[in-house]
């Protein structure tokens, strides 16, 4: 097989219609995941900017039916903004077409999507500011209801158990008797975090296998740097990173945006005195999130939010730990034991989710 890694951007972007003629390119933002560059193109004096993406093919198998999934629910959601009078191209992501009209473009090697450029936004790694973090609360909450009566069952299931915490902690558990890398002695400590805390792991799918709470389309990956926000006025501009829609319950969503907005630092910070949850932060996106979804959302959902916190940054620790043992082959890494970092960061957070349990359900339930 030809080196993946080589492909030559003017060549691929000749398949898409754009306007204009290449300029540059640069690898763009912080995702863990596929390949992003922002691409420049001109026509005369004007510039034109746009999203290219290598799909990461090793993970995402069937990219035809992943951006099939894509192109469903970005016109769903489309057509929900227009119902309510908004601006759908400004306010949902679009999929530019190949001169084909396929929704993506396959080289041989390689599969590349192309998508519009928002521009004058930023997303953040670390969130300081309660105002943005309650508009992201308000971004999320807003895709929920935008695609509240989408049939999920149209839905390919991209990656299958995503969510599953209980498949996750097995996943682990087979690592760890394999222990390709010989790392295993070196993270004892977090490995008896993840088994003494391994009660955690069947909780928000016992819910919902009881029916205790709705099964729904979800986003499923609702880290802070999958939300653009508009640097002038700070306000939400749109949910990005539509790999893993899916099914799955809002605890799912509710709970990742916890996980990530809440870190007081990096999700890789090697220093444990700087990571703690930030409860202001948490009250900031609490109340954003419920305001959009009012009634959508019943006690007994509201109250799987919480333990959804616990539960996705649980799983996400579990993840990279997993992923630290076989050799930091899934999470893309930028230096030696980053996933080991991250995998920490992640269980000093549920220790203080945990401390704090009380006062979070409180919070959900006065708003
Ligand atoms: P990954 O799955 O690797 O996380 P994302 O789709 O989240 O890939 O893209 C990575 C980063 O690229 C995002 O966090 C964001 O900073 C930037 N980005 C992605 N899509 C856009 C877009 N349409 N406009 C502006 N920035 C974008
Ligand atoms: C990955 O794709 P990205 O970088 O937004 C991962 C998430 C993790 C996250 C941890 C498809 O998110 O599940 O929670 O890293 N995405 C996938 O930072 O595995
Ligand atoms: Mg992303």
């Known amino acids: 097989m030809k080196d993946a890694k080589k492909f030559d951007v003017v060549e691929i972007i000749e398949h898409f219609s754009l306007v204009g003629h290449f300029e540059g390119a640069i690898q763009y933002g912080n995702g863990y995941i596929n390949d992003t560059f922002l691409l420049i193109t001109r026509d005369g004096d004007e510039r034109y900017k746009y999203i290219l993406q290598r799909i990461n093919h090793n993970l995402f198998k069937d990219v ?9 629910v970005t016109k769903f959601c489309k057509k929900s903004v227009i119902k309510l009078g908004g601006n759908p191209n400004k306010e949902v992501m679009s999929i530019i077409y190949t001169k084909e009209g396929k929704n993506f473009y396959f080289d041989g090697y390689n599969y590349f999507r192309m998508i519009t450029f928002i521009d ?3 997303s953040y790694d670390i969130v300081s500011d309660e105002k943005v973090f309650y508009n992201s609360a308000v971004a999320f909450g ?3 209801r935008l695609l509240d009566g989408f049939d999920a069952s149209k839905l390919y299931d991209v990656l ?7 498949v996750r902690l097995e996943t682990f558990k087979k690592s760890l008797e394999k222990d390709v890398c010989n790392r295993k002695a070196e993270v004892e400590k977090e490995i008896n975090f993840v088994l003494e805390h391994a009660d955690l792991a069947p909780l928000l799918y016992d819910k919902l296998e009881k029916g205790e709470i709705p099964l729904r389309v979800t986003h499923n990956d609702t880290k802070c740097n999958n939300v653009l926000f508009d640097k002038d006025t700070k306000e939400a501009l749109a949910v990005i990173d539509l790999d893993t829609v899916m099914s799955g319950c809002l605890a799912f969503d509710f709970g990742d945006a916890i996980r990530s907005g809440c870190n007081s630092s990096t999700e890789d910070e090697k220093d444990l005195q700087k990571v703690y949850f930030r409860f202001d932060l948490y009250k900031a996106y609490a109340k954003g999130y419920l305001e959009v979804l009012g009634d959508l959302i019943n006690e007994e959902e509201k109250l799987s939010l919480p333990l959804g916190a616990i539960i996705m940054t649980y799983e996400c620790g579990v993840r990279f730990l997993t992923d630290y ?3 930091d082959v899934y999470f893309k890494t930028s230096k030696p034991k980053q996933n080991l970092y991250r995998a920490r960061t992640q269980f000093k957070l ?3 989710m945990l401390d704090l349990y009380e006062e979070m359900k409180e919070v959900i339930l006065n708003n």
Do not use: Q, W
């Open 120 to 122: 004058n936004s930023f």
């Open 325 to 327: 043992l076989d050799g």
């Open 64 to 72: 035809a039916k992943l951006m099939n999934n894509i192109e469903l």
């Open 350 to 352: 549920v220790k203080d």
């Open 160 to 166: 299958p158990n995503f969510h599953d915490t209980r």
């Open 142 to 144: 807003k895709f929920a």
